[in-house]
Every structure is written in C-alpha cells, then in structure tokens.
C-alpha cells in the first residue's frame, strides 16, 4: 500500500487513517441505499478523486447502471475531460473491466459502481492495486447485505440536511455523516461534516 502527503482537505477524518493519509493503492469500498445517499457517496468519493487526480491524472469511472452526470464534476474540482466513462451490461463485466483497469499504472483512479461483490472478487482487486498502487473505489448501490469483503476500508454516507450560511436564502454547503465502518490499520468513526469549497469540515 502507498501513501501520499496529498492535500485531502477531510478534516478530523484525517486521524482515522493510517500515518495520518488516505490510503492509496488500496480499494475502498461504499455502501449506499437511498438515491440521496447514492448522491451523497458520489459526491465524497468525487472530492477524494479531486484530490487523487491533480492537474494531470486520468480517472475510469465503470458501471452498468450509471447515475453520475459529468458535468456535476466540476462542482468538486475535477475536468470531466480527464475522465473515461465505461457502461456496460452487466454487473460481472463491471468486475472484470474494473480488475484490468486497476492493473493500469498509467490510472490515477477507477470507480466502479455494482449492487455485489464477493469476497473472491474484491481479493483479485485488491490483489491488483498492491502491484500497480492504483487507487480503487467501489460504489454499491442497493447490495442485498454488507458481506465480508478483502477492501481496505468500507464506507457508509448519509446525506444531511445542508446547513445555511450566515441565515443567507437557498441551499446550504453539502452535508454528509460519513460513517468509516473498517479500515486497516486505522480507527472507525462517525463525523458529520459539510463540503465547502472542496473542503470538509465538522
């Protein structure tokens, strides 16, 4: 696993990790149930992606059921030129597609969204970014349960009701409870926290 000292801008989530980093070269996996929860994983993973990628870095995002409109990137510092969209049939593709991808050094990160995965699965992806350090990030949407999986950590977030500022009319910053279920080597938690300006904040 590979670290970097990357600007995350997560706040008191950053003691949760190892060394103080987000692990890289690791997949991390999301679990979401409601459409604004599915909303709301897009929107933390799309921020740590912002970091991940830079000025240069190339993104795949895979899935069989896409929900992410790419413009909607921008909003979280990311071109969505420099992103690569894969939509295929079925899930089992997504699996395969996202295990080659994650072989490819030349990736900064592969997203890919799927209802299930088994263990076997997660243990061949896994096993594929320990040899490229490419950074995995599995979304899943609706899964039947939260089986045992080799990620290296598992995710949960919620949306909340944003929150104003200075009593100003309109939508408040993006509010989330980020719920850090596992992590290897690091310390669970619970954080509610708003994104404001590509920062998060408690």
């Given at each position: 696993m590979a670290t970097a000292s990357l600007d995350w801008k997560l706040g008191p989530l950053q003691a949760a990790f190892p060394s103080g980093s987000f692990p890289l070269g690791a997949?991390?996996?999301?679990?979401?149930?409601?459409?604004?929860?599915?909303?709301?994983?897009?929107?933390?993973?799309?921020g740590l992606l912002s970091a991940l990628i830079g000025d240069h870095g190339t993104l795949l995002w895979?899935?069989?059921?896409?929900?992410?409109?790419?413009?909607?990137?921008?909003?979280?510092?990311?071109?969505?030129?420099?992103?690569?969209?894969?939509?295929?049939?079925?899930?089992?593709?997504?699996?395969?597609?996202?295990?080659?991808a994650l072989k490819c050094n030349a990736l900064s990160g592969v997203?890919?969204?799927?209802?299930?995965?088994?263990?076997?699965?997660?243990?061949?992806?896994?096993?594929?970014?320990?040899?490229?350090?490419v950074t995995g990030f599995i979304l899943r949407n609706n899964p039947r349960g939260m089986n045992t999986t080799a990620c290296f950590s598992r995710?949960?977030?919620?949306?909340?009701t944003s929150?104003?500022?200075?009593?100003l009319p309109g939508l408040g910053f993006p509010s989330w409870r980020v719920e850090l279920l596992r992590i290897r080597n690091g310390k669970p938690g619970v954080w509610d926290i708003q994104s404001r300006n590509g920062d998060s904040s408690p």
């Open positions: 997949v991390h996996e999301f679990f979401s149930g409601k459409k604004e929860d599915q909303a709301a994983s897009t929107g933390f993973i799309a895979i899935s069989s059921s896409r929900t992410l409109f790419p413009p909607a990137l921008i909003h979280h510092g990311i071109d969505p030129d420099r992103c690569i969209f894969i939509d295929l049939r079925k899930e089992k593709d997504v699996v395969w597609a996202m295990e080659e997203v890919g969204e799927m209802q299930e995965l088994d263990f076997t699965s997660s243990r061949r992806l896994q096993l594929a970014v320990e040899q490229s350090q995710w949960k977030i919620s949306q909340l929150q104003r500022m200075d009593d």
